[in-house]
């Protein structure tokens, strides 16, 4: 699944690094404030991979980001725990300047003379 949020970066944490039987990893975990109705909210939102965690490393405390991502969980011994993976980080508000330079067409309204139908009897019964 597949989504999208934009906030404020709030705190970005430590990067964690590592070697699996796959190879070296990197991650690290960022705080983004967001409204949520009359309120905002924080979630902590991971970078797995070194090209993710340069990426958020362009981005400074206090920056408005859109921030797409992958809701997942897994369960460890008895309990669930989600995990905010994101896939994707740009400046807030890319998107929608993106889409207001775009050119809007819009077909004409109908007139009278594109209405099918006799003429002389406007009345359908």
Known sequence: MALELEGTLRQKLGVQSGTSARGPWAKQEFILEF??????????????????VAELDK??????????????????NGRWYNDLQIWRL????????????????????????????????????
């Open 90 to 125: 740009a400046p807030a508000g890319q998107a929608q300047a993106a889409q207001a330079a775009a050119p809007v067409f819009e077909a004409p309204a109908p007139t009278l003379d594109d209405m099918p139908g006799d003429s002389e009897e406007d009345l359908p019964f």
């Open 35 to 52: 409204p949520d109705g009359n309120f905002t909210a924080k979630a902590c939102f991971t970078a797995w991979g070194q090209d993710k």
């Open 59 to 76: 981005y400074q405390v206090g920056d408005r980001i859109k921030v797409s991502f992958n809701l997942k969980s897994r369960e460890y």
